[in-house]
């Protein structure tokens, strides 16, 4: 079952989160998202982030809030916190990328590895 975004403005932390991960975006991030490492190294040592598809979904590294138009512009990935403004979410069913193209969904995907939980309608608990 896919598990999609209505509204990119809606999406939002609803607990008061850990730091994110802090990196650097690899490529222009145009909507809230799952990211995934990528394999550039930054001069800085900051790991270089990328939005999930199917081919790199294994270097899943957390869901990105904020869109960053620019390559290079700075990117946390957050984890272990729970974001709400979703559509589609299954209570208590664990999420997973899409092995396809990087999507939420509750589709157990070809990696395998649960990204998250579904907590309510509209609310998934990222690990």
């Known amino acids: 079952m896919p598990i999609t975004i209505p509204d990119a403005a809606k999406v939002r ?3 008061d989160y850990p730091p994110g991960l802090p990196g650097v975006a690899g490529v222009a991030i145009t909507a809230p ?3 995934v490492v990528d394999a550039a190294v930054q001069p800085s040592g900051l790991p ?3 939005p999930a598809t199917g081919a790199n979904n294994g270097a899943y590294i957390g869901f990105g809030l904020v869109p ?3 390559v290079g512009d700075g990117v946390g990935a957050l984890r272990a916190t729970i974001v709400s403004g979703f559509a589609g979410v299954v209570p208590g069913s664990l999420v997973y990328l899409d092995a ?3 999507s939420l969904t509750h589709t157990s995907s ?3 590895n649960a990204i998250g939980k579904g907590l309510t309608a509209n609310m ?3 690990f």
């Open 33 to 35: 998202g799952p990211l």
């Open 13 to 15: 932390v609803d607990y």
């Open 48 to 50: 270089t982030f990328v």
């Open 100 to 102: 396809a193209n990087g």
């Open 124 to 126: 998934i608990y990222f």
């Open 110 to 112: 070809g990696n395998g």
């Open 68 to 70: 960053t138009p620019n």
